[in-house]
C-alpha cells in the first residue's frame, strides 16, 4: 500500500538522438553528398566534351562540303570558310579555326586543328579521295589532343 508519502519515482526517456546516431547519419549524409557531387562533375565535363565533338564534325562536314565546291570545275575557289583551294589540290592541307569555329591564320590561339588528305582515286581520274580529321586542342600542354573526328569522302571532278 502506498502512502502519500512515499515518492514514485519515474524514469523519463530521453528525446532527442544520440551522439552516435547523429554521428552516424551525418557521415552517410556526406558519403551521398560526394557521389552526387561526382556525378555532376562527371556529366557537366562530358557534356562539354560532347560540345566540341559536335561543332568540330559541323566544322569538319562543312568544310568537305566546301572543299568539294570548290574542287568543281567552274566554281569560285573561295568558300563559306575562306578555305582558298589550289585548282590542283596539294597532298594535304592544314587549316586552323578558334573554339567558335572561326579561321585563324595559324595554330598560335586556334582550338580546332584541320588536316585534309587527298588521294586521287587509281581507277579514275576523276575521282579524288578525301580524308579530313579535326582534333583538338591545337595546342595541348602534354602533346596529346583530347578529342578528334574523322570523315571520309569522295569528290568527283568533271
Not at 557537366?44 to 570548290?70: C, I, Y
Not at 579561321?103 to 598560335?108: D, L, Q, S, V
Request: with cysteine.
Amino acid at each position: 500500500m502506498r502512502t502519500s508519502a512515499t515518492p514514485v519515482l519515474r524514469f523519463r526517456r530521453p528525446r532527442g538522438f544520440t551522439l552516435m546516431e547523429v554521428v552516424v547519419s551525418i557521415g552517410i549524409l556526406a558519403v551521398a553528398l560526394s557521389a552526387i557531387a561526382g556525378t555532376i562533375s562527371y556529366g557537366s565535363s562530358r557534356g562539354a566534351e560532347t560540345s566540341r565533338k559536335v561543332r568540330a564534325g559541323w566544322l569538319l562536314d562543312g568544310m568537305v562540303a566546301d572543299l568539294r565546291q570548290a574542287m568543281t570545275a567552274g566554281r569560285p575557289r573561295t568558300t563559306l570558310h575562306d578555305l582558298e583551294v589550289p585548282a590542283a589540290p596539294p597532298a594535304e592541307l592544314e587549316y586552323f579555326f578558334d573554339a567558335e569555329g572561326i579561321r585563324t591564320e595559324g595554330a598560335e590561339g586556334s582550338f580546332f586543328r584541320c588536316r585534309f588528305e587527298f588521294r586521287p582515286d587509281d581507277s579514275s581520274a576523276a575521282l579524288i579521295h578525301l580524308n579530313g580529321r579535326i582534333s583538338w586542342p591545337t595546342l595541348a600542354k602534354n602533346g596529346r589532343e583530347q578529342g578528334s573526328v574523322e570523315l571520309v569522302s569522295t569528290i568527283f571532278r568533271p
